[in-house]
């Protein structure tokens, strides 16, 4: 079992992503930000990306292995996100808007919620967070699913023997 596997550690994402971005967000948008935070450097790939050392600093590791391509990883997260997502609205930690597009933004207890996960892991998911936001925030929704197809591509495997 991973992280990725409880719902309470994908929902605590959730409203990480919702305090960083500081805006109402989409679903899909909610999504495609959550789990790229969670792989940062599927969008940081290149050795000269500015952002790759901050990432790197906060721990997070491109050559960690995984089970499962970041396709298919993508996947399984969306699978999940409509339950997650209405559960922290049940829960009253999110709110819903529905003006030409539904979107979702952190209630009060949400914010405060958000605010008191102090672990080393939600402050570098924080900066991953930051970083994917400030990134994607100004693509469309059509350019951001074209990256994202293209980052969900395997990198090739260099000099390996």
Known sequence: MTPDDVSAFRRARLLLVLAAAGEPLDAERLGVYEFLAGQPLLVARAGDDPDRTALRLAGFDDRAVAYASPAQRYVTAQLHLNRDLATLVAAGLVA?????????????????????????????????????????RRMSGRKLRENLRQWLLPVPVKDVP
């Open 96 to 136: 819903v808007q529905a003006a030409g597009r539904v979107t979702y933004r952190l209630t009060e207890e949400g914010a405060s919620m958000a605010r008191r996960f102090t672990a080393m892991y939600a402050q570098s998911y924080i900066t991953a967070v930051r970083i994917i936001v400030r990134r994607l």
